[in-house]
């Protein structure tokens, strides 16, 4: 099971802005556990996946826009380097997590471990516990 760890809550006094900006859901699909995590306006080279131990962190930057003679009259979107770290549960195996990426959105499989996959037990027959 994926169970969700902000490190950075309490330290991020700038802005409380991340921690909307990387929404993330997490759902299962037989024996693999999906994390989507939403980074709308992001390139592809910025975003950075890392898997230390049982922690998965994310970490995405969103850039400022550059253009000349733009004045800018509000701003509502965040920009900045911003990161979400999860918590792997024992069943998870993090050396399998895969990633992809589109339209804004951010997808990771992580599969079950084999250790923690449901398995049939075969049952012998045996003798009756008596001696002759």
Known sequence: MIHRFDP???ADNRS????????ADTYRVEDTFYLEVDA??????????????KHLTVTVER??????????IARGRPIGRFARRFFLGDGLDGEGV???YENGVLTLSIP????S???????????SGSQE
Do not use: C, M, N
């Open 16 to 23: 409380s802005t991340w921690r909307y900006f990387l929404a």
């Open 8 to 10: 950075f809550f309490e």
């Open 98 to 100: 895969e990633a992809s």
């Open 40 to 53: 709308p306006g992001v390139q592809l080279e910025d975003i950075d996946i890392e898997v230390e131990k």
């Open 117 to 127: 996959k449901a398995r049939k037990v075969a049952i012998t027959a045996g003798s």
């Open 112 to 115: 079950v471990s084999e250790a």
């Open 63 to 72: 850039h400022e826009l550059a253009d000349e003679g733009r004045t800018d």
